[in-house]
């Protein structure tokens, strides 16, 4: 339960962080589109995507220095569980429009029924998704 | 210039909030999407981000134009096809079994650990085939 407050607080500063973008930029704080777009547009056209990763990726480095612990990963997914998730969430997020954030956080937000679709069915298919996880990993 | 800082100091928030809240490591989302074994923390996170967001959208779109720039920049897509379900619901498989999205992912970078970079390299080659695929890419 020593869990909850971090979580709406990094909750709320990821909302923070979308309505930033959106209120400077004009920009829905779509992550799956900001990194798919580097291989679809032009140098130029990318600059500021370019540095909203550069900021992710301080970011990053500032989490390491505060606590070792943040990015221990204790999901034993082994490599080419790795390689097809990646695929799948490469894949997927492309083709449907969006993630967690974009669809989950900033369409949610502004009540896109699109949005909210997409939200609820990868939450159905993620859920279905660790259920197969854990019966496969059971039964080897 | 303004726009590319106000990215960057929008990234930074943004991976702050992914790491405090626990979203930096996997076995907190999947243990969000195992139904036998609950962990809630996504949903508090889910539900801080969109309160968040939710009322401040409503303020900010009040105006005419964001602050640096003359347009907004919002989809105005309103189908719901089956490009969004397929889309959605194999992101939602991947997602399940890496315990990975796209910003996490990217912000666990520095963690150099070779994990995160064979999902985010896998993740970049369905990015392109999908693109590839659509045609957004020759």
Known sequence: MDNILPSVIGGILIGLSASMMLLFNGRVTGISNIISSLLSHSFKENYWRYLFIVGLLIGGLALKLYNSETFVNTSQRGILALIISGFLVGFGTQTGSGCTSGHGVCGVSRFSKRSIVATVVFIIFGIISVRVMTVLSGAL | ?138
């Open chain 2, 1 to 138: 210039m303004k726009k590319e800082i106000v990215a960057l100091v929008s990234g930074f928030i943004f991976s702050i909030g992914l790491g405090i809240s626990g979203m930096t490591q996997p076995q907190n989302v999947i243990g969000f999407l195992d139904l036998q074994n609950w962990n809630p923390q996504l949903l508090f996170v889910m539900l801080g981000a969109v309160l968040t967001h939710a009322i401040l959208y409503r303020i900010i779109r009040k105006r005419n134009t964001p602050m640096f720039d003359s347009v907004w920049h919002i989809t105005t897509k309103k189908e719901i096809n089956a490009k969004l379900i397929i889309g959605s619901a194999v992101f939602g498989i991947g997602w399940g079994i890496g315990g990975f999205c796209p910003g996490p992912a990217i912000t666990s970078l520095v963690s150099f650990e070779l994990n995160v970079y064979i999902f985010v390299i896998s993740m970049l080659v369905g990015m392109y085939v999908s693109l590839k695929s659509s045609g957004a890419v020759k």
